[in-house]
C-alpha cells in the first residue's frame, strides 16, 4: 500500500473509532450519517484544504462548511486528529457542559467554521463567502459538505444558481450520496435522479466518484476548480454507516446509538480493516 493510501486508511479508521465512542458515551443519534463522509473528510484534511492547525483562523484559510450539521461527530473527530484541539475535548460530545454540540457550532472550537443543523443554508454561506473571497481578493476556497437529503430544500438549488452567476469557482460542492435520509430512501422520499444533470443544468460543472477511494476523491479534488469561472459540485457515492458492516445501509442507524456490545463489536470491525 502506498505511504499516502495508508495515511488516508489509518486516519479514516482512527476517525470512525472516535465516532464510536462519542456517540456511545453521549447516546445520541447520526453515525451512520458521520460514517459515511470519513474518507472524504480525511482526504480533505491530510491533502487538500489549505489549512493551518496552528493558525486557525488564518485569513487566507481555505473553508469547510459541514452543511449536513448533524453529522458533525465525524468533523470534531477529524479536527482533533489533525491537531486542531485536545482529543479528550472529543469526550465531551453532547453532555451537559461539554464544548461540543450535537450540531455543528461555529467556533465551538477551532477549524468549526459556521453553526449548521437546519438542512439547506451551508451552501447558501458558502456563496456568500465565496463573494467575499472574489471582492476582497483573497485566494481562499470553500467546500461545503451537503446530503443528499438536503437537496430536497429549495434553498439549496437558490444558492446554486446564485452560485453559478456569479462564476464562484472558489465554490465547492461535496454532496455524500448514501442515497438514505431521515425517513427512507432518497429515491423513495423525493427522488433526485437525474442528479447530475440538475447541477449541470444550474450551470455547476460535476464529477461523480466513490466516495470511498482514497485516491479517486484526491485525484478529483486535486483539479479544482473543474472550469474556470464555475462552481464544482462532486457527487460522491458513498455508504451510509460505511466501515461497521452491521451499520451500513441501515436506516435505523440515522437515529440509533450503540449499546456496549455493538460498540465493542464496531471497534473490532475497525480494528481489522
Known amino acids: 500500500m502506498p505511504e499516502t493510501e495508508r495515511d488516508y486508511k489509518n486516519l479514516s479508521t482512527e476517525i470512525r473509532k472516535k465516532i464510536l465512542k462519542m456517540i456511545f458515551s453521549s447516546q445520541t443519534s447520526h453515525i451512520g450519517s458521520s460514517l459515511s463522509i470519513v474518507d472524504i473528510l480525511t482526504v480533505l484534511y491530510l491533502k487538500?484544504?489549505?489549512?493551518?492547525?496552528?493558525?486557525?483562523?488564518?485569513?487566507?484559510?481555505?473553508?469547510?462548511?459541514?452543511?449536513?450539521?448533524?453529522?458533525?461527530?465525524?468533523?470534531?473527530?477529524?479536527?482533533?486528529l489533525r491537531g486542531f484541539f485536545p482529543e479528550e475535548i472529543l469526550d465531551t460530545y453532547c453532555l451537559d457542559g461539554g464544548m461540543l454540540s450535537g450540531h455543528s457550532t461555529m467556533r465551538c472550537v477551532p477549524g468549526a467554521e459556521v453553526s449548521t443543523g437546519s438542512l439547506g443554508h451551508g451552501l447558501s454561506m458558502g456563496a456568500g463567502m465565496g463573494i467575499a473571497g472574489k471582492h476582497d481578493g483573497i485566494n481562499?476556497?470553500?467546500?461545503?459538505?451537503?446530503?443528499?437529503?438536503?437537496?430536497?430544500?429549495?434553498?439549496?438549488?437558490?444558492?446554486?444558481?446564485?452560485?453559478?452567476?456569479?462564476?464562484?469557482?472558489?465554490?465547492?460542492?461535496?454532496v455524500d450520496y448514501n442515497k438514505i435520509q431521515a425517513f427512507g430512501r432518497t429515491e423513495e422520499v423525493i427522488d433526485l435522479e437525474p442528479f447530475k444533470d440538475k447541477w449541470v443544468s444550474f450551470g455547476w460543472d460535476v464529477r461523480e466518484i466513490d466516495g470511498h477511494n482514497f485516491s479517486e476523491i484526491e485525484k478529483t479534488l486535486s483539479r479544482l476548480p473543474f472550469t474556470k469561472n464555475k462552481p464544482s459540485v462532486v457527487i460522491a457515492n458513498t455508504i451510509k454507516g460505511k466501515g461497521v458492516s452491521f451499520m451500513e445501509n441501515q436506516l435505523a442507524w440515522h437515529y440509533?446509538?450503540?449499546?456496549?456490545?455493538?460498540?465493542?463489536?464496531?471497534?473490532k470491525e475497525l480494528e481489522s480493516l
Open 48 to 80: 487538500i484544504l489549505f489549512i493551518n492547525p496552528e493558525e486557525p483562523w488564518s485569513e487566507d484559510r481555505d473553508r469547510l462548511i459541514l452543511s449536513k450539521g448533524h453529522a458533525c461527530a465525524s468533523l470534531y473527530a477529524t479536527l482533533a
Open 140 to 174: 481562499y476556497r470553500i467546500f461545503v459538505v451537503l446530503s443528499d437529503g438536503e437537496c430536497n430544500e429549495g434553498s439549496v438549488w437558490e444558492a446554486a444558481m446564485f452560485s453559478s452567476q456569479h462564476r464562484l469557482d472558489n465554490l465547492v460542492a461535496i
Open 256 to 267: 440509533k446509538s450503540p449499546n456496549r456490545e455493538q460498540l465493542e463489536k464496531g471497534l
